[in-house]
């Protein structure tokens, strides 16, 4: 279980790393558009950075989390990533 919960949780964080260049990728974007274009990429930026900031405190919770605690926090951890990963989707179509 130790093993799988690590690995579980080492994706978890590449996932995320990548999603963070993303947004770094989109920053670049928001910097070279138009003062029109500029607003959205803001807002889409904004709103990215907080759900990657909170699926980054679910990924510490269930880090922290002990055995008993973990397959529950894993639960809500899976739904932040699908939240955010939709969401990262939906910006690429946009951008």
């Known amino acids: 279980m130790f093993e799988k919960r690590k690995a579980y949780e080492s994706n978890l964080e590449a996932q995320l790393a990548m999603w963070k260049a993303d947004i770094d990728v989109l ?5 070279r558009a138009e003062v029109s274009a500029k607003v959205q ?8 950075e907080r759900t990657h900031a909170e699926a980054g405190q679910r990924l510490h919770s ?3 989390a002990g ?3 973990w397959e529950s926090l894993k639960t809500g951890t899976e739904k932040a990533w ?3 990963r939709d969401l ?5 179509g946009k951008h």
């Not at 990429?41 to 990215?48: A, E, M, N, R, V």
């Open 27 to 31: 920053r670049a974007k928001a910097g």
């Open 82 to 84: 699908t939240e955010l």
């Open 67 to 69: 055995d008993e605690t």
């Open 62 to 64: 269930l880090q922290e």
């Open 88 to 92: 990262f989707h939906h910006s690429r």
């Open 41 to 48: 990429y803001d807002k889409t930026i904004d709103s990215l």
